[in-house]
């Protein structure tokens, strides 16, 4: 830290590596960007936060050339860049990079042939993989990393695979890396190493926007921060200057008083009972149960199961052993549609991908699995029935929207997310199967999130939650399940909810109790 | 304040002049043509001439019709063309060399091009084979039994009385045209109206998040297949009653132009977007075009070279426009 710090000293005076004034943004209907500023220095860390569809991504698109803006300039070293004709390109050629937490790299390619492609150095016209196998070690050496960049990367872990894109942008000759929401997918271990990989960045005098959802990390790897608003620019300066709770008053504009609802505590009957659930590959010998009015976790790693147990619940893995009972009767889930029959509902991890049809509009999307149940003279759809059921129930979410006939596809994580709740609340659903639900929303989506799941559970529904984050589940269940390579290695409830106890079974270290 | 907070969220807001502009192009299009045609060319605002552009159109409009639900879920049906010469050629066997009635006739084929359009989709859908390649082998195998039932001869001889369903008139109207638009009108409600018809846009715009929000999308995904087997049987059927006689080669060039309709219509090749009555459109689009090029005596290979580059152009289009 300090030696960064010494670096931002000495190029004080420096010219910003990226200064945007006055930037206006407008999509059809709604300003994105209002007249915002930002600067960044050289061997700055420098936070771009604030609530989803605050207008962080637009702006970092904006300095990326994937959007144009509508108003405003941008200088990149001092120099005024043409807004007319900005491009992707450009903006590459002129050391700006993004590193997505999704990723952009091919699969089946190995980890070194994704950093140099279209960049291959050649000898006599054939590729020279030894010059570049010497190249990555160097890079490898730079970053102090130990990733196989000789493997298909769809063997990589996540945290890998981001280090892969890191040394693309390196090898890019980069003066301006964006981190556009890395951390969102990572444990707490790659977090840290990503945090190390920044400081060595900040030497070599590599400017960094980190946009994040997480505020702890921002204060333990950034210089300045920028807090965007509903597309306005709030405030900017160094992060040594303010505290966690001032931070957050800025973003979300009032006190968090207290970050998690009270616990229902008024349990029912038992709503699931789940027994041996084993698939090959994916976890065995499950056993967990779920009470009106409970919301149980189940934690875990990358590869931990998580995600494959949920969806067997669901329907939607294939089991070779165990029983599902629903209040007591067994019933063999045979498919999605039949466990949403029973009242089960689903909310996937990957809501563009799996959650919600992007080429529909609000009312299709939250009416989806509904359908059916608006129809005139028994066949035709009801459409009136339907938007009216859609607008009171995305009501009572509070979903920030100007149409019910506005394409998904632009509203922000924490709205999409709060539309793929509503279809289940919709549907009535007895039982909630919620797949990191919180996934890459901000701090006020989530906390509407948190007491949403809470209404829930006071109307007697049973919440089954995954979630990489402890916090959370330590914050909102009763009951947590941690998993370890497909086991169920621990149950944690009452006081040995801490994170201590959680992180051991997490990591397959059994107490010696 | 709760009444005018529903109404103005509940309010159809359209994407302004621009989308409006690119969801009806076709239509401003096939507008601007037939304007030209009828101030410029005699030939063709002969009222005759006209009914015939849509008796012509007609039975290709519904087989595209049926295309547009395959391509609609993100699929793609190759087959049609050997359905249509399968229709043709064992109707005719079963009138003229069997001497069944005709309405059993038509139940038989209509049978048999439903289990055709089955097999494509489980082969698709369960078998999860790239559509492209199990229609296209459905394609030879049924090409095949054509051949081997009619040595490939036609079979003609059919009663007069049937040529009704392609050459026919209600009063002044052709008969095909009113088929089309019955069929038309049948499917926009379907499509629009229904749970099952919206869910075609569903699972062609996100199969996976269709099947976690409970729509049968296997279901859906075969159904497409033999609604689209069905109106491309109806269709041979009434390309047939125009000769009088059963033809297995009736079909071979017509794959082309159903797939260049289907586009021309708005329909994304990706799945999940598209519209009936663009698909009616693009059929009488093309049949004006078709239609022009004979007025002016111009040579049939041309006319492939400038169907073929209708369709690059269109599909060009589609690949690059910007879709949210």
Redesign the interface.
């Known amino acids: 830290m300090n030696t960064s710090a010494e670096v931002i000293k000495q190029t004080s005076n420096a010219i910003p590596l990226i200064e945007v004034k006055n930037c206006t943004m407008e999509f059809?209907g709604v300003k994105a960007l209002d007249n915002v500023n930002f600067t960044l220095m050289p061997g700055e860390c420098h936070a771009l936060v604030g609530e989803n569809g605050a207008g962080k991504s637009t702006l970092s698109k904006c300095i990326t050339g994937e959007y144009r803006m509508t108003q405003g300039e941008l200088y990149i070293e001092g120099k005024r860049i043409r807004n007319s004709n900005y491009t992707i390109r450009e903006s590459q050629s002129l050391g700006i990079s993004i590193v997505h937490q999704e990723f952009q790299l091919m699969n089946e390619m190995t980890g070194l042939e994704n950093v140099f492609l279209g960049r291959y150095e050649t000898k006599s016209g054939f590729i020279d993989w030894k010059a570049l196998q010497k190249k990555i070690e160097e890079l490898k050496d730079f970053l102090e990393v130990d990733v196989n960049f000789n493997i298909p990367v769809k063997y990589l872990r996540t945290a890998e695979k981001q280090i892969v894109q890191l040394a693309r942008a390196l090898v890019n000759d980069s003066k301006v890396i964006i981190f556009d929401e890395l951390t969102a997918v990572l444990q707490e271990k790659d977090i840290q190493n990503i945090f190390r990989i920044i400081n060595v960045l900040k030497k070599r005098g590599i400017g960094i926007i980190y946009i994040s959802h997480r505020l702890d990390e921002v204060f333990e790897c950034c210089d300045s921060y920028t807090v965007l608003c509903d597309g306005k620019h709030i405030n900017s300066g160094k992060v040594a200057d303010i505290d966690k709770p001032q931070l957050i008053r800025m973003i979300i504009g009032r006190e968090l008083t207290q970050a998690y609802p009270q616990i229902n505590n008024k349990i029912g009957d038992t709503l699931l009972e789940i027994r041996d659930f084993t698939a090959p590959k994916a976890f065995r010998d499950v056993n967990l149960c779920l009470r009106e009015g409970e919301v149980i976790g189940i934690a875990g790693l990358v590869g931990a199961g998580k995600t494959e147990l949920v969806q067997a619940i669901?329907g939607?893995h294939e089991l070779i052993k165990g029983k599902i009972l629903l209040r007591g009767k067994e019933v063999k889930i045979k498919?999605?549609?039949h466990?949403?029959?029973l009242g089960i509902g689903?909310v996937?991890d990957e809501r563009r991908?799996?959650?919600?049809?992007?080429?529909?509009d609000i009312k299709?999307n939250t009416t989806?699995?509904t359908?059916?149940m608006?129809?005139k003279y028994k066949?035709?759809?009801d459409k009136k029935a339907e938007?009216?059921a859609a607008?009171d129930i995305n009501?009572k979410l509070n979903l920030n929207?100007?149409?019910?006939?506005?394409?998904v596809?632009?509203l922000s994580g924490g709205n999409q997310q709060k539309i793929v709740i509503a279809?289940w609340m919709l549907r009535n659903c007895d039982i909630f199967l919620m797949d990191e639900p919180t996934r890459g929303i901000d701090i006020g989506a989530k906390f509407e999130i948190y007491s949403l799941i809470n209404e829930l559970t006071k109307q007697g529904k049973g919440i089954i939650m995954v979630s990489p984050e402890m916090e959370e589940l330590i914050g909102l269940c009763h009951r947590i399940y941690v998993m370890y390579e497909g086991v169920v290695m621990d149950v944690v409830e009452g006081e040995r909810k801490t994170q201590e106890v959680i992180i051991n079974s997490l990591l397959g270290v059994k107490e010696n109790v | 304040m709760f009444e005018l907070d529903y109404k103005e969220k509940t309010k159809r807001y359209s994407g302004g002049i621009k989308s409006f502009l690119s969801d009806w192009m076709i239509l401003i299009l096939f507008i601007a043509l037939v304007t030209i045609c009828m101030l410029t060319m005699s030939k063709f605002r002969d009222p005759k001439n006209l009914f015939n552009i849509i008796r012509q159109a007609s039975f290709i409009a519904i087989i595209s019709m049926g295309e547009f639900f395959v391509i609609l879920t993100g699929n793609m049906d190759m087959s049609i063309s050997s359905i249509i010469g399968m229709v043709s050629i064992f109707f005719a066997g079963l009138v003229v060399t069997m001497g069944l009635p005709v309405w059993l006739a038509v139940l038989i084929v209509i049978l048999m091009s439903i289990i055709v359009g089955i097999i494509n989709g489980v082969l698709t859908v369960i078998g999860k084979m790239p559509s492209f390649i199990a229609t296209l082998v459905v394609m030879n195998i049924i090409r095949g039994f054509n051949f081997i039932y009619s040595g490939g001869l036609p079979i003609s001889g059919l009663p007069e009385g049937f040529n009704f369903l392609g050459a026919g008139y209600v009063g002044v109207v052709p008969f095909p045209m009113i088929l089309m638009f019955i069929i038309a009108i049948i499917l926009y409600v379907f499509t629009t109206q229904t749970s099952l018809g919206r869910s075609f846009y569903a699972v062609g715009g996100n199969y996976e998040a269709s099947k976690l929000s409970g729509i049968n999308v296997q279901f859906v995904g075969i159904l497409a297949f033999v609604i689209c087997a069905v109106l491309t049987s109806i269709g041979a059927l009434g390309l047939t009653s125009k000769t009088l006689a059963g033809n297995i080669a009736l079909g071979d060039e017509l794959l082309f132009d159903v797939m260049t309709i289907v586009v021309l219509g708005g329909t994304s090749l990706m799945g999940g977007r598209g519209r009936i009555f663009g698909v009616v459109i693009g059929a009488l689009f093309l049949q004006v075009i078709s239609n022009v090029m004979v007025l002016m005596s111009i040579a049939t290979p041309w006319q492939w070279v400038v169907k073929g580059i209708i369709l690059v152009t269109v599909v060009l289009i589609d690949s690059n426009t910007k879709r949210d």
């Open positions: 059809p669901f939607n498919n999605p549609r466990a949403i029959k689903f996937p991908m799996l959650g919600l049809n992007m080429l529909f299709d989806l699995p359908m059916a608006f129809r066949i035709f759809q938007a009216k607008y009501k929207y100007y149409s019910l006939w506005q394409k596809s632009k279809k």
